[in-house]
């Protein structure tokens, strides 16, 4: 047990977030996106962000029940309405040199009785107007984090079977833990985990790997890599030099498959909380990159609509590579959350591609991107699907198969 106390916790939260999540430098603006619960934190943040020599830092706060309420209050037909002016600004701090951190987390059963059609409209709408911000995302044009804070919503969920009162204790406890929060210096803590993920990622791409194939109950899926993938972990860069982190937890090494190469069937390991559903037990069977058929215990509705969002997204844009052993999935939590749940296992996504995983790939046309394999789509929605059952191989250019995670673990 860590002898910090929980004030202490937080402020290294704070400072982490901007020193290794974001690597803020001295005369970047920057951009807080956060619940309205997480103020604390995001005091920390600011003061800490000043402190680094950020130039302004500003906030823009959203809540659970404001969105609840919209759904459940709003004219049936006003849905396609959107604040353009969080799509604005986004765009203005990217193309102005700023960082962006975005504090993630929300009822993860929000809008479980919602109208799917609504749920998949609003998501759609958004993810159009957020279009030109993203696209500077997926290219790391920006210095850009994700970090989590509990709610009671959500706290609840992980933690049905504690009274109230330790649901939100408990969930900070178990976030402090997988952010190696509680280890006397994190910031050392993180300097190793990233070198790690870096030599994973370094052997990958010297593999030059044609073929992934992945083996588990209810998985028989192969997967080809683009000529010119890229494999990454941890730490990224934008085109001034400045390195961040834009998951706090990772634990995953990633690439893109290529979007016409995924053949075979796909099982999900852990539930999937997708705009305030959950859904659940569902797999997914590819032919010739496509989707082709969808079964999903729970919220098979939501899934089907997110798969027929767009050409795109019936197609994959990420694979990626966590080891069963990896203290998010030891920490035996579900979290709902997929900020957390990615990183406790395998995972592939659905939808668009990160350009940076392609040689050359930023400065692609679209068209150039697609012919090089890559993949667009408004939804980038991860899943997972590893577990201490999965063996994962490596097919070389030889038609060699080698074996790159046994039962969950590293095999190199
Ligand atoms: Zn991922
Ligand atoms: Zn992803």
Not at 175 to 189: E, L, M, Y
Request: net charge negative.
């Amino acid at each position: 047990m860590s002898s910090l106390s929980f004030e202490e916790k937080l402020q290294n939260y704070a400072e982490l977030a901007v020193k290794i999540g974001l690597g803020l430098w001295a005369g970047q603006r920057l951009l807080v996106r956060a619940p309205v619960e997480s103020a604390p934190l995001v005091r920390l943040i600011a003061a800490s962000a000043y402190k680094a020599g950020a130039k302004l830092v500003d906030v823009m706060w959203n809540d659970d029940a404001v969105t609840l309420a919209r759904f459940n209050y709003a004219p049936r037909d006003s849905f396609e309405e959107f604040p353009t002016w969080q799509a604005d600004a986004l765009i203005k701090i990217a193309n102005e040199g700023g960082a962006v951190l975005s504090i993630h987390a929300t009822d993860p059963d929000l809008l479980k009785e919602q109208d799917p059609d609504l749920v998949a409209l609003v998501q759609r709408v958004g993810q159009t107007h957020l279009i030109p911000f993203r696209r500077k995302v997926m290219s790391d044009e920006l210095n850009w984090s994700i970090i989590s804070l509990p709610i009671a919503s959500w706290a609840a969920k992980v933690f049905p079977g504690l009274p109230p009162e330790e649901q939100i204790v408990s969930l900070w406890e178990a976030i402090f833990a997988v952010c190696r929060i509680d280890q006397p210096d994190p910031v050392t803590a993180w300097q190793q985990h990233v070198a790690e993920l870096s030599a994973r990622k370094d052997y990958l791409n010297a593999k030059r790997y044609t073929t992934l194939k992945f083996t588990a109950p209810g998985t028989d899926l192969t997967l080809g890599l683009p000529d010119h993938h890229i494999w990454h972990g941890a730490q990224s860069q934008t085109p001034a030099g400045i390195t961040f982190i834009a998951n706090v937890p990772t634990e995953e090494v990633f690439t893109l498959p290529h979007k016409d190469r995924a053949n075979g069937v796909v099982s999900s390991t852990k539930p999937l909380s997708y705009g305030g559903v959950l859904i659940e037990d569902f797999s997914l069977t590819f032919a010739e990159g496509r989707v082709v058929k969808v079964t999903a215990k729970k919220g098979e509705a939501v899934l089907k609509k997110l798969v027929e969002t767009d050409e795109g997204s019936a197609r994959l844009g990420e694979v990626a590579l966590v080891p069963h052993s990896s203290p998010i999935s030891q920490s035996g939590l579900l979290f709902y959350n997929t900020l957390f749940d990615e990183n406790a296992s395998n995972h592939v996504a659905i939808g668009r591609a990160y350009r940076f995983c392609v040689a050359g790939g930023p400065a692609m046309s679209d068209e150039e991107f697609a012919a090089a394999g890559g993949n667009d789509s408004l939804a980038h929605v991860d899943f997972m699907i590893g577990s201490a059952a999965m063996d994962v191989d490596g097919i070389t250019s030889e038609g060699v198969s080698e074996p790159i995670m046994r039962a969950g673990e590293w095999a190199f």
